[in-house]
């Protein structure tokens, strides 16, 4: 049989699975973007159906997918019809503001913040447990839901080891913390037991921090997503409706290169992003407070202008924010008064002014 004759719809499919939307972990097949798909003879056509306010990257997914084709044996001709169309109005925010299908999730929260970034160690986790406890501090009832499923920390960070409890709607009960209330898996598991997941499941764990948990009325929901842009991230925003991203980087150029395509990832699902915060900017000396920019400073800044977001602000670095994290008490709760906390402090209050809080 030639290799011509072995050319099927199914390889010609397993082929498009390799293609991924730009920006995000996900297939053009999953997506449900391959329409009208015929094989035969040698030659492959499709209808290529993207929902995407880019067309640049629509354009990106048929060059690629052409490639691909192309390089299997077998395969004489591609013809692919782009169809672009542009999502629909985005729903409006609020109380209410979720898409329809999903009206019913986190219907008591005003505001669901995810805090992300390109790649880790970065602090994100840092920064979100403080941005909770300084939107608490300004008078905002806070939830903070830790969806790094294979690296959960808030437990540690909010020094809580007890376990969660259902209540008489057989739902979980966040555990409250400094003010915040707060929901992680690392509740549930062993400190060293490692998180050996496929993506279904991390998507299955993220839909059930959403709908299995107890978060009553609440101003804001912090959720503190992995790093970089995977499952979790894409089912946060294809099930709720999230008011706005917050980006978390440093100031050295891997970062901020990172940091580019987790702001990227959100823009193309149409997630406004809040805006870009440079952790570990500078160190200030306690004795003598001479000012030193260890890991280079203003490239979050210098990001934000270029990518035309807003720029939220600067976190010093100061060892007390990495020993109140170990300690279980963060910076914002440990020293009130310190010039980390009052720079969260202006970040939850930008933020709360951007959303109209």
Known sequence: MSATAELTEEKVLDVLKTVKFPGLSRDIVSFGFVKDLAVGGGNVSFRLEVQTSSPRAAEEIQRDATERLRSVPGVNAVTIRLDVREPGPAPPRGAAGVPPADAALLADVRFKIAVASGKGGVGKSTVAANLALALSRLGSRVGLMD?????????????????????????????????????????????????????PMVMKAVEQFLQDVSWGKLDFLVVDLPPGTGD????????????????????????????????????????????????????????????????????????????????????????????????????VAAEPESSVTHAFLRIAETIQQRLGA
Not at 156 to 177: A, H, T
Not at 303 to 331: Q, R
Request: with cysteine.
């Open 232 to 331: 979790a991230q894409l089912t946060l925003t294809q099930k709720i409706h999230l008011s706005g991203a917050v980006i978390v980087t440093t100031p050295q150029d891997v970062a901020l290169i990172d940091a580019r395509k987790g702001l990227a990832m959100f823009q193309k699902v149409n997630v406004p992003v809040l805006g870009i915060v440079e952790n570990m900017s500078y160190f200030l000396c306690p004795k003598c407070g001479h000012r030193e920019e260890i890991f280079k400073h203003g490239g979050g800044e210098r990001t934000a202008k270029k990518l035309n977001v807003p720029f939220l602000g600067a976190i010093p670095l100061d060892p007390a924010v990495a020993i109140g994290g170990d300690a279980g008490v963060p910076i």
């Open 147 to 199: 969806s790094d499923i294979y690296g959960p920390s808030q437990q540690m960070m909010m020094g809580i080891d007890e376990k969660p409890f259902l209540n008489e709607g057989n739902q979980i009960v966040p555990i409250e913390r400094f003010g915040v209330r707060v929901m992680s898996l690392g509740f549930l598991m062993d400190v060293d037991q490692p998180v050996i997941w496929r993506g």
